[in-house]
Every structure is written in C-alpha cells, then in structure tokens.
C-alpha cells in the first residue's frame, strides 16, 4: 500500500519562497504520475501541477506558471513542489496524490484519478 507524506508548509511572507516535499512509503513512485492539489479554507480543492512517471511532461495551472516548479527524483521516492513569489492567495493546504499510471501524461485538475493521497501540508503567506 502506497503512502505518502508532505512536509515543507509553513509560514512565509509575501514573495518568499517554500519547497513541498512528498515522499512515497510502501511501494516505489516510479509507476505513479503525482499530482500536487491544494485547499484554501472555504473553497473546493484544486488542481495546482502535476508530473508523470519520467517527470518529462509537467502541468501547472496557467496562473502558477513561472512561479510553481514540479520536479521529482525516483530513487529517492520523492517529488517536489518549489513556490517562489508567494501570494496571500497561495495559503492553502497543499496535498500531494499519487495514480498508477505509466503513460507520458499526468491529470492536473481530475483529482478522481489519483488512488492514494497524503494528509497535507499548511501553507500560509503573510506578512
């Protein structure tokens, strides 16, 4: 059974930067296309980039491009979410999410796709 666990939240001010982490236990991501999702209170969960199995195709939203950077590394089980220029609007609890999927292709919005989802990491900009 696949888990996974974020870490890297925090508080940050306007304009800093934090790298999530998500590192998988149980089984190897190396078959699992991750997506990272998040959830502002009040609002339904989103979308925010995702990577597939190689880490050679990544989405992001359009609005977090040049900002959010998808990256991983399977020998060390891990994939990461580097945010700089933070934003007020970027508070949010972020999760991580894992879907057995070998294709070239990852789904950055369909959050039904992914089978296995960690317990999320707080974010919060502020000055």
């Known amino acids: 059974q696949l888990q996974l666990v974020e870490s890297g939240g925090g508080l940050v001010q306007p304009g800093g930067s934090l790298r999530l982490s998500c590192v998988a236990s149980?089984?190897?991501?190396?078959?699992?296309?991750v997506g990272w999702f998040r959830q502002a209170p009040g609002e339904e969960r989103e979308g925010v980039s995702c990577?597939?199995?190689?880490?050679?195709?990544?989405r992001y939203q359009d609005y977090l491009k040049g900002r959010f950077t998808v990256s991983r590394d399977n020998a060390k089980n891990t994939v990461y979410l580097q945010m700089d220029g933070l934003r007020p609007e970027d508070t949010a609890i972020y999760y991580c999410?894992?879907?057995?999927?070998?294709?070239?292709?990852?789904?950055?919005?369909?959050?039904?796709?992914?089978?296995?989802w960690g317990q999320g990491t707080q974010v919060t900009v502020s000055s």
């Open positions: 999410a894992a879907d057995y999927n070998l294709r070239s292709w990852c789904a950055r919005d369909e959050n039904w796709e992914y089978d296995y």
């Open positions: 990577i597939d199995v190689e880490g050679d195709y990544p």
């Open positions: 149980g089984s190897t991501l190396d078959r699992y296309a």
